[in-house]
């Protein structure tokens, strides 16, 4: 073999085992970056998403709950309020129920989440003092009850409820501007060894 062809074998062989090196480590990259992705993913379904759309069921249960005060409020017979009283009970497990998926899953501090928990109880609790008023036939002491106590609560627990809602949103941006952080560094790293293999193959 002449030593010309002996370099151009050498040569050949050289950038065919570098060639080889560098897909090794490129799909080594990718695969643990699919991973970071599918992990993030993942991340963003269990935890973010699903409290940010728990949360919002509340919401709606506690709204379906202040319908159905309202329909006590302005029963004129014993026989609506218990109506009223069996829909209310119904949301109410619906709520307990949406409560524990979001202490589950929440990110945060589960003070948090406990907080508007104590807060929805003591509403709750208010809410029976009024609904035994209206049954005893007490609507202004149930109306004054439902001003002085009532409101306030409710509106305390809304602020809790948006502060979950809120957080799991902010969260859920974190986690997709890490996905696309990801991704960009990824085509990036990918684009930059094409061209490095484009270079030694033709040089």
Do not use: C
């Not at 005060?69 to 119904?90: F, H, L, P």
């Not at 501090?109 to 709750?124: H, L, M, P, R, T």
């Not at 502060?163 to 930059?192: H, P, W, Y």
């Amino acid at each position: 073999m002449k030593l010309k062809d002996l370099k151009t074998s050498v040569k050949l062989g050289g950038t065919f085992g570098f060639l080889v090196i560098v897909f090794l480590l490129s799909g080594g990259y990718n695969l643990l970056k699919m991973m970071d992705l599918g992990g993030l993913t993942e991340k963003m379904y269990r935890h973010p998403l699903t409290v940010s759309n728990t949360v919002r069921d509340i919401q709606i249960e506690i709204i379906s709950i202040n319908l159905s005060m309202k329909d006590i409020a302005n029963a004129t017979e014993k026989s609506q309020i218990r109506g009223a009283q069996q829909e209310i009970m119904a949301h109410e497990m619906a709520v307990t129920e949406y409560f524990k998926i979001v202490d589950e899953r929440f990110l945060g501090d589960k003070k948090d989440v406990e907080a508007a928990k104590k807060q929805y109880e003591e509403w709750k609790k208010t809410r029976n003092d009024i609904v035994k008023l209206y049954r005893k036939d007490q609507k202004e002491e149930a109306e004054k009850l439902g001003t002085e106590k009532g409101i306030p609560q409710a509106e305390a627990l809304e602020e809790k409820i948006k502060f979950l809602v809120n957080f799991a949103d902010e969260k859920g941006k974190a986690f997709n501007q890490n996905a696309r952080k990801t991704q960009t560094l990824t085509l990036i790293i990918n684009g930059s060894i094409m061209v490095l293999l484009i270079v030694v193959t033709v040089f």
